[in-house]
């Protein structure tokens, strides 16, 4: 009962003090709405789980030749090697990526992105076609590739979602290809990929220790991890470069936990570094917020001398004082929401859409509860912070100087000052941290 006399209380003082209380519900309502949107972002695309089954045991093998963060093609051969050695990988597929021109019946061309795979590949992934079967052994062998899965995306848009697209002959590239399955819509794989089809390697490609041409990705056995794995890979890396010099001296296998492989490092540096840069702004509206409060606050000294000369405590007094802030962060918060909508949508509407389907979750960056809740756990945040120093200050006035002055003479004391001094000061030093590390990620991207 007493948290809802003072919600009233609170709303009623706020009610009276419409430019006070309009100037500080647009400030935190910019840095709540500001937050939201980089957090719904961050959290579509590096929290939120990627759509594939048993990830943690999924790892990527390419190879590099000196920096760890390298990620390149390998050579069949290299990879073959890998496959007949290794005691920590369960299964391995590779694939190799492409672009075709797709034609059906009476269509006009349209170019699409291709992964060449092993027929294994959507074993591996552990993803079998919606519509359809997967590649068969075999079928990845020269003369016997002729056949296509196309993504969900590729069968809605072009062939109109025909359900009697199997068994239907396409061309690719001026070859026939007959259609076998279509795979489920959240199914991405590479990222950007249209269309599937064999990866039909010659005799000299399969054998070849030149040609970086294929990525690969492979199950870990129960009970393994990938640092035993890439501990393995380096043994094997150290007899291969022993046994065939000439071209791999300077090479090293690089195996990447799949995660790390799809949502690539500018990706999660970029977006973090963005967080943390609305996380000042929001601090920032915070202190804007409580220096308003303590300027409001030096004409209520009169109202807190009366309540504290009628007996209340000085928590009774900060409670109310910071419920009223409070108020003003969920007033903000919802007109945040508004301003979050409207960042997100820029953020979505910024992004090319030739490059938005190789971002894994980009489409998925929406206003969710996840996002909700972090709206209001920032109102709740940004109230007790932007209250709490204002109403504790101002919890304890002098009686018989408020009294007197009648709430005419709020001009405060010395501490008081001080304080507002202090926290000026550290709105302009997050302002000036925030405006550097702006510029620096500006210059670096």
């Not at 706020?14 to 100037?23: C, D, V």
């Not at 002055?405 to 001094?421: I, M, N, P």
Request: hydrophobic share 45%.
């Amino acid at each position: 009962m007493t948290l809802w006399n003072d919600v009233r209380y609170g709303a009623r003082m706020l009610w009276k003090a419409p430019g006070f209380s309009l100037t500080a519900i647009v400030t935190l309502a910019l840095g709540i709405g500001a937050t939201t949107a980089v957090y719904s972002s961050a959290d579509a695309l590096l929290w939120k789980p990627i759509p594939l089954p048993h990830l943690e045991t999924m790892v990527m093998l390419g190879q590099r030749v000196d920096d760890p963060n390298d990620f390149d093609f390998a050579t069949p051969a290299d990879i073959e090697d890998v496959r007949r050695q290794s005691a920590t990988l369960e299964s391995m597929a590779s694939w190799e990526y492409g672009l075709a021109n797709i034609v059906s019946t009476g269509g006009e061309p349209e170019r699409a992105e291709q992964a060449l795979v092993n027929a294994n590949f959507f074993d591996v992934m552990q993803v079998q076609p919606a519509l359809g079967r997967a590649f068969q052994a075999g079928e990845d062998q020269p003369g016997r590739e002729r056949e296509v899965i196309f993504s969900d995306a590729l069968w809605r848009n072009r062939f109109a979602g025909d359900p009697n697209i199997l068994g239907k002959t396409i061309r690719l590239d001026d070859r026939n290809y007959t259609v076998i399955g279509v795979m489920p819509p959240k199914f991405a794989f590479p990222l950007g990929t249209d269309l599937w089809t064999p990866m039909a390697l010659t005799p000299a490609q399969r054998t070849s220790r030149s040609s970086q041409l294929i990525a690969t990705v492979a199950r870990l056995k129960p009970g393994r991890t990938v640092e035993q794995a890439q501990s393995e890979m380096e043994g094997i890396a150290a007899r291969l470069k022993q046994a065939y010099p000439d071209t791999n001296k300077n090479r090293h296998f690089a195996l990447w936990p799949a995660h790390r492989f799809i949502v690539d490092r500018e990706t999660n540096e970029y977006l973090i570094m963005m967080l943390a840069s609305v996380c000042f702004v929001l601090l920032i509206a915070c202190v804007n917020v409580a220096n308003l409060q303590f300027a409001r606050a030096t004409g209520r000294l009169r109202e807190v001398a009366v309540r504290t000369a009628l007996g209340a405590g000085r928590g009774r007094i900060v409670t109310q004082l910071v419920t009223e802030s409070i108020l003003l962060a969920l007033a903000g918060a919802a007109l945040g929401l508004l301003v979050a909508y409207w960042g997100i949508g820029l953020i979505r509407g910024g992004m090319p859409p030739e490059i938005e389907r190789y971002i894994v979750g980009w489409k998925d960056i929406r206003l969710d509860g996840r996002a909700l809740g972090l709206t209001l756990a920032a109102a709740l945040a940004s109230g007790i912070l932007a209250g709490l120093a204002p109403a504790w200050q101002n919890s304890r006035p002098n009686l018989i100087d408020a009294l007197k002055e009648g709430g005419r003479g709020g001009s405060g004391t010395r501490a008081h000052h001080r304080l507002r001094s202090i926290l000026v000061a550290a709105e302009m030093a997050l302002a000036v941290v925030l405006l550097v590390g702006a510029g620096l990620m500006m210059r670096g991207f």
